[in-house]
């Protein structure tokens, strides 16, 4: 199925960010990443501005703001939170609006595994598959990063069922047991994980 084309953009994680999903060393004027090799669907990706790259953090804490509940937003925090060279926020934009976010994801990598956390869609485009088609560049951007082996988890809400969907789509297996009060008081989670051979 031919979906609607979407843009990636991908800021923090210092100089490595936009070659982290190019893989050519972000010098490409644009490029199509396949997010699913047996479809049709890819995310147009190509390198942005630092004025680009400044405007969508801006759009990012807006939503932070507007979006999460006081407990759950990085807020002012998250643009020094994702300048840490190990913190990428890989962020999906509409076509017609080159800086407004509809999806985002925060991925922190290390030596050993990946954490991926923060995936967030709009309200008005949920149900549309958007959050997997990210999920997946997340992971393919991984797994030409860190080669077969490598491990990315994240957590997420007992009760958030369709978080959870989209992450087994996409290959995650959740573990056996549940992490108490990992958001607050009475807010259990799931550690899930990944991983290729």
């Known amino acids: ?3 609607r ?22 010098q490409r004027e644009q490029k199509h990443v396949v997010v699913d090799e047996d479809d049709d669907d890819t995310i ?12 969508i953090m801006r759009e990012l804490v807006r939503i ?9 937003s990085w807020g002012d925090q998250l643009p020094t939170l994702v300048a840490k060279r190990n913190a990428y926020v890989f ?4 076509d017609a609006a080159r800086v407004q976010p509809v999806a985002y994801a925060v991925l922190y990598v290390n030596a050993l595994h990946a954490q ?3 995936l967030f869609t ?19 951007a991984v797994r030409r990063l860190k080669g077969p082996g490598y491990e990315v988890t ?35 989670a799931w550690r899930m994980k990944t991983s290729w051979p």
């Open 1 to 3: 199925m031919q979906r």
């Open 5 to 26: 084309p979407l843009h990636l953009a991908v800021v923090g994680g210092g100089s490595n960010a936009q070659s982290m999903v190019l893989g050519d060393g972000g």
């Open 44 to 55: 147009q990706c190509r390198p942005r501005t630092p004025r680009e790259r400044e405007d």
């Open 64 to 72: 932070e703001k507007r979006h999460w509940d006081k407990g759950s």
């Open 91 to 94: 962020v999906v934009l509409d």
């Open 116 to 118: 991926m956390s923060k």
């Open 122 to 140: 709009m309200p008005a485009w949920r149900g549309q598959g958007v959050a997997t088609r990210l999920v997946r560049v997340v992971l393919g």
């Open 154 to 188: 994240l957590m997420v809400e007992v009760g958030n069922l369709a978080a959870q969907a989209v992450y087994e789509r996409c290959g995650f297996r959740r573990e056996a047991d549940e992490v108490l009060d990992y958001y607050a008081v009475g807010r259990h």
